[in-house]
């Protein structure tokens, strides 16, 4: 059995298990039990422009020990298997683009990824480089301008007229064809990032109706045509700048009007969300439980990498996991210090790089991440668990039978931890404010 322990001011401490009688009266209790839910995907983050320039910016010999401790399935890492890229430009690319900006190419005899040689390409071969069976899912922040109104990069819509419509169809087969060519396979699609907000970065507003039209009249055929394996998932959902708990029943029935759509339906093969639209998800687990669930974009912070923003990032964890997610995916692996886009925004990441001493730092979220990554394995599946601890924790029974347990204990002061499973119970002393993973093999 092993435990692992992370407080604000000691990360990552492998802990010695007091093995001798439960006390009578323990402070907390998990009881683990044997109900099995969603059969686990993976974990992972994003490539983006910003974050390969950072990677850039530290000597090989720190380049390679990030390499293993993100991608490595086998170092005492993150393992990550499952992670996110952008069609085009994101809020984190180095400056704005598409794949063709020709205007009225409808025929896009001028679509191209040249741009994506000089760093999206080298920071996604360099992860499979360590994890060659590390998997994708793209997704666009913006279509090219001249297929909008206004035709610009942030803000705006689709134009939904049928040349428009068949033309950024044929743009998503010719993005996977030509990652295709780079021994690169775009193993999902999720049709466009954030489609209810109209925000000052690239975007793209896209209502149900219009997201059901899209992919049941144009995109899914133009798989079909093509003979394109990647599957097309209705996402990423996030939500309207509002009240998030009042209005989730909204953001369900923006996921509703597009798997109503019959001719939408035959398509889908899942449904992601992120920020807002996490209230949203035990709605649509409800009402759709054939179809997979993803957790798609980690919520990014203010560049402080804060022990407290750590702590909010756990309930995230915790939040999707439960409600079914079987992937969770994290933003920015890798940044400079203070994390500040292009255009001013200053996020979290994983793994902070230092320009000036040309140095890194591990951030308190990458092992927040490593706290579920390191041990939960793919095709593991979430169990039922209960007691007055159950709400700040998951658990998971891997392939290879071992149980993995990651427990939260927000409280100020050390708690006497109760668990127990298939009658066997343990007890753990789990320092105050404190996250811990338990192991049981």
């Not at 087969?173 to 990032?193: D, G, K, M, P, S």
Request: glycine content about 6%.
């Amino acid at each position: 059995m092993k435990w692992i322990s992370s407080t604000k001011h000691n990360k990552w401490q492998h802990k010695t298990i007091n093995t001798s009688r439960p006390p009578i009266e323990a402070d907390c209790h998990l009881l683990l039990g044997a109900g099995r839910d969603q059969e686990m995907l993976g974990f992972g983050g994003c490539f983006n422009e910003l974050g390969h320039i950072a990677l850039l910016k530290l000597n090989p010999t720190d380049q390679a020990e990030l390499q293993k401790l993100l991608f490595d399935p086998n170092y005492d890492g993150l393992r990550f298997n499952f992670c996110r890229m952008p069609i085009g430009a994101s809020d984190y690319a180095a400056s704005w683009y598409s794949h063709n900006e020709v205007a009225d190419d409808f025929s896009m005899d001028y679509f191209s990824v040249d741009r994506d040689e000089e760093h999206l390409l080298p920071y996604i071969q360099w992860a499979k480089g360590m994890n060659p069976d590390l998997e994708l899912f793209a997704s666009p922040w913006s279509p090219p301008t001249w297929m909008k109104f206004p035709q610009a990069y942030n803000y705006g819509r689709l134009k939904m007229e049928d040349a428009y419509l068949t033309a950024y169809a044929d743009y998503f087969v010719r993005f996977i064809e030509e990652y295709r060519l780079r021994n690169i396979n775009i193993a999902q699609i999720h049709v466009q990032n954030e489609p209810m907000s109209s925000q000052k970065f690239p975007s793209c507003v896209v209502t149900g109706d219009e997201f059901a039209r899209f992919i049941g009249g144009y995109l899914g055929p133009a798989f079909e045509r093509n003979h394109i394996n990647s599957e097309i998932w209705l996402g990423t959902l996030n939500g309207p700048e509002v009240d998030e708990r009042k209005f989730s029943s909204s953001y369900h029935n923006y996921a509703n009007t597009v798997l109503h759509d019959a001719n939408a339906y035959k398509y889908i093969r899942g449904v992601s969300y992120q920020w807002c639209g996490k209230y949203a998800m035990k709605q649509t687990r409800d009402s759709w439980p054939e179809l997979n669930l993803i957790q798609s974009e980690n919520e990014c912070g203010d560049g402080e990498n804060s022990w407290e923003y750590a702590r909010y990032v756990f309930d995230l964890f915790q939040h999707y996991l439960s409600l079914g997610a079987y992937a969770y995916v994290y933003w920015n692996m890798i940044l400079e210090k203070e994390g500040e886009s292009t255009w001013g925004w200053k996020q979290n990441s994983l793994v902070v790089v230092d320009q000036e001493t040309q140095s890194y730092e591990l951030s308190h979220e990458f092992y927040v991440m490593k706290h579920f990554s390191r041990y939960i394995q793919k095709g593991a599946h979430r169990i039922e668990h209960s007691g007055s601890f159950s709400a700040s924790s998951v658990a998971f029974e891997n392939p290879d039978g071992s149980i993995v347990a990651v427990v939260f204990n927000p409280l100020a002061r050390d708690m006497t931890l109760e668990l127990t499973i298939k009658g066997t119970t343990t007890c753990f002393e789990l320092p105050g404010d404190s996250i811990n993973t338990l192991v049981i093999e």
